[in-house]
């Protein structure tokens, strides 16, 4: 299959699919319709782990991806991005990344993170995804693909990992709970970990955010995200939907409130 050539875009803001949808009246068309949902048992008779694992993953998205830092305990570099990541809370700064092991070996970050504590966590953006994604390899504990990336290590200020320079948006950060799963399918397996991680320390590029750091524009940060199978998403454009006030927009208003 022949793809088209990238293209350099801007990222553009629109109304939202339906500017004049009104409280109460639901999907914008029929569309749904006309198909039925089936259920479905993850652990059914025949079906595998990566069936779900290819399911979910096709399905929940775009996920925003970690690239994480790590130094392992007798001081090997290591380098790789994760698309089981999110923010979870804001005070403290706390963000979950979700580590498989499939193999039942422990991948290098994952073992890094439990034994040292520190990591950093930089976002990736359209200008080095062919770096970042060459991470992904397989290789070796003692291989160290910040070499096989050509990305630079920038020093850290309060952890050892340095974060990569190449990122316009970094986190320094620290483990503060991790929980290990047992695969449903055999339970003498390990299926993966969950680790939340504290950020202490960010870097932001400067042109991309505000004076006051506190919003980042989107049309600079140019971020990429994982969808299914090998497949990255980039962010091309977004609607303006405001959240409604609950008093004035609908205790107040007696076309809506009546919906109660």
Known sequence: M?????????????????????????????????????????????RTPFQNYRLFTSAVAPRPIG???????????????????????????IFMVGIS?????????????LETGECTVSLISEWFIEA???????????????????????????????????SAFSIEAKVVQATNFDSKTDPSKKSGTIILIEGLHFHVREDIADETLTYVDINKLKPVARLGG??????????DLPRPNFQTEILENPQVSKLL
């Open 132 to 166: 970042a994604n060459f991470t992904c390899t397989n290789a070796p504990r003692d291989v160290d693909e910040w070499k096989l990336s050509g990305l630079t290590k920038a020093p850290s200020t309060k952890v050892k990992p340095p974060h990569v320079a190449e």
């Open 2 to 46: 022949t793809l088209p050539q990238f293209e350099k875009e801007e990222f553009k803001l629109t109304t939202s699919p339906n500017p004049n949808w009104k409280p109460g009246s639901g999907a914008n068309d029929d569309e749904w319709k006309k198909y039925k949902k089936i259920e479905l048992d993850p652990y059914s008779e025949g």
């Open 101 to 113: 092991c499939a193999t039942q070996v422990l991948k290098d970050t994952c073992k890094n993170l």
């Open 230 to 239: 090998n497949v990255y998403s980039r962010v091309l454009d977004g609607f």
């Open 67 to 93: 690239f994480i830092s790590t130094v392992s305990s007798d001081g090997h570099f290591n380098l790789a991005p994760f698309s089981y990541f999110c923010p979870g809370n804001y005070d403290p700064p």
